[in-house]
Every structure is written in structure tokens, then in C-alpha cells.
């Protein structure tokens, strides 16, 4: 079955860019979206087919996908950016998620 | 308002069941696929099942398949997760999802959730 591999957490100071990765074989042949969960809430979509933003989503929030890693990048950091991230892909009909990776504004 | 509302959840014993619903308002049911995913305490999102518009297109992750059924009815705006013979490993919050296909199949629309306890 199909793997999405996420580093458990990432930090940075208010201001910096935040990098988060997922990496899966050939992930570039596959549509990526990304998930803002925040403490106690439900997940919010935040970029979907790798890089196309939902209304209401910051511009600081881009994304890319290249070769085995898919990146969602978060500009100027906040601290509401602080979160839990996860991408997802379709495969061989599931829908697989990413561990997620935890965000930690400070 | 468009939202989708999960309800049904509560403490069950293994082996047992559970039914799960999720209620659609603001938007055209009928044209959208839904999808149920899980996550037990402090661990990640888990996808569980999908259905399609008409139902045409059921799908379930492995580690529920032959054990929860999913269905929906459209005159009524709900879809229903039948979980049977359930786990330990089942317990969580529950999250409903639309699925925008304009976007990719993302899913633009969750619910906040229904929290299943499997335990004796």
C-alpha cells in the first residue's frame, strides 16, 4: 500500500518560513492536498492539487510537489499557523493520509 | 450555512455496533461524494470509507472492510456508517467530509466530529 511520509514536527519563530514535506514514491504523478488541524478542531483544508490555495486561505500558504516530496510552504509564520499538518493522496481506490506534522510557532 | 453534522457516537463494547450518521445542510447533497475519517486520541487522520453521489462507488479502507458498511440517503441529506463488530482500535473522533470535485476530489467540508469509545 501506498506510503506518505511526514516529519513528526517542525519549529520557527514568528516571521520565518515553515517547510513542512511529504514524501511518497513518485508523488508528483499524484495530487497532493494539505489539512490544518488545529487543538480540538476539525480539520480545514489549506491547499489542494499540490498547489492551488481555497478561498480563505493566507497567501503566505503555498505549496509545490516534485519528484518523491510534496511541500507545503507557510511564509511569515503566525502564531495561528501553529497546528497539526497533513498531506493526502488518492491510491488504488483509498484515500491516504500523511502522519501529519506538527507545526510549533514560537 | 454549509455544514455537514456527525452524530451517533458513544461507548460500545467490542464485538459490538454502532451507527454512525452524518447530516448535510446549505448545499446540493446529491452532487457531492462523502467520506468518513477517523482519528483515535493523539494519532493522525485515518480514512475509512468513501461513497459516491448515487452510491455507485463504495470504498473502505482495509482495516474496516467486511465490518462497517456505508450508505446513504439522499432524500433525507445523510449517510450512514454501519460499524459492526467493532474494537478497541476503532475508538475516536469521526469526522464526515465532502468532497469538492472541482478541487480535486479535496475535501473542502468536514464535520467536528463524533467520538466512538470502544471498551468494556
Known amino acids: 500500500s501506498y506510503e506518505l511520509t511526514q516529519s513528526l514536527s517542525v519549529s520557527v519563530t514568528p516571521g520565518q518560513t515553515a517547510t513542512i514535506t511529504c514524501g511518497g514514491n513518485?508523488?508528483?504523478?499524484?495530487?497532493v492536498h494539505w489539512y490544518q488541524q488545529r487543538p480540538g478542531q476539525a480539520p480545514v483544508l489549506v491547499m489542494y492539487k499540490d498547489n492551488k490555495r481555497p478561498s480563505g486561505i493566507p497567501e503566505r500558504f503555498s505549496g509545490s510537489n516534485s519528484g518523491n516530496t510534496a511541500t507545503l510552504t507557510i511564509s511569515r509564520a503566525q502564531a495561528a499557523d501553529e497546528a497539526d499538518y497533513f498531506c493526502?493522496?488518492?491510491?488504488?481506490?483509498?484515500?491516504?493520509f500523511g502522519g501529519g506534522t506538527r507545526l510549533t510557532v514560537l | 450555512e454549509v455544514q455537514l453534522v456527525e452524530s451517533g457516537g458513544g461507548l460500545v463494547k467490542p464485538g459490538g455496533s454502532l451507527r454512525l450518521s452524518c447530516t448535510a445542510s446549505?448545499?446540493?447533497?446529491?452532487?457531492?461524494?462523502i467520506n468518513w475519517v477517523r482519528q483515535a486520541p493523539g494519532t493522525g487522520l485515518e480514512w475509512v470509507s468513501s461513497?459516491?453521489?448515487?452510491?455507485?462507488?463504495?470504498f473502505y479502507a482495509d482495516s474496516v472492510k467486511g465490518r462497517f458498511t456505508v450508505s446513504r440517503d439522499n432524500a433525507k441529506n445523510s449517510v450512514i456508517l454501519q460499524m459492526s463488530t467493532v474494537r478497541a482500535e476503532d475508538s475516536g473522533v469521526y469526522y464526515c467530509a465532502r468532497v469538492n470535485s472541482a478541487w480535486y476530489d479535496a475535501f473542502d467540508i468536514w464535520g467536528q466530529g463524533t467520538v466512538v469509545t470502544v471498551s468494556s
Open positions: 461513497i459516491s453521489s448515487s452510491s455507485s462507488y463504495i
Open positions: 493526502q493522496v488518492w491510491d488504488s481506490s483509498h484515500w491516504v
Open positions: 513518485n508523488i508528483d504523478g499524484k495530487n
Open positions: 446549505g448545499f446540493t447533497f446529491t452532487r457531492h461524494t
